[in-house]
């Protein structure tokens, strides 16, 4: 009974791990994770790293959709960033943006 009981915490806490799981939005997908992921270094920077970064930024959300919106490299010491990523529009990158930040 108790090697039952054992394996259903075992099995919820595997469940509630992947349901706290971040999933990147698919205009990410679709525009950004050729160079980006969420938690690792691609070619660019860990998307959890730029929310890092912008913490306690009361600017943060504007001033990353203008970088993404310009492109570059933004102090990251890395290659530059096209324009628009790889074209997403306006609306995608303050989506992008808003995610990105609210990212732990």
Not at 9 to 22: D, H, P
Not at 41 to 66: R, S
Not at 74 to 79: K, R
Request: aromatic content about 8%.
């Amino acid at each position: 009974m108790k090697a039952f009981i054992g394996g259903f915490a075992v099995a919820g806490m595997m469940l509630a791990g992947n349901a706290m799981a971040v999933d990147m939005p698919a205009e990410g997908k679709t525009y950004c994770s050729m160079c980006h992921a969420i938690d690792k270094k691609k070619v660019g920077p860990a998307w959890k790293d730029v929310a890092a970064k912008y913490k306690g930024n009361p600017d943060a959300e504007k001033t990353l959709i203008a970088h993404i919106t310009k492109g570059g490299s933004f102090g990251w010491n890395i290659g530059v960033m096209p324009p628009r990523g790889m074209g997403a529009k306006d609306e995608q990158i303050a989506l992008l943006a808003k995610f990105i930040l609210g990212l732990k």
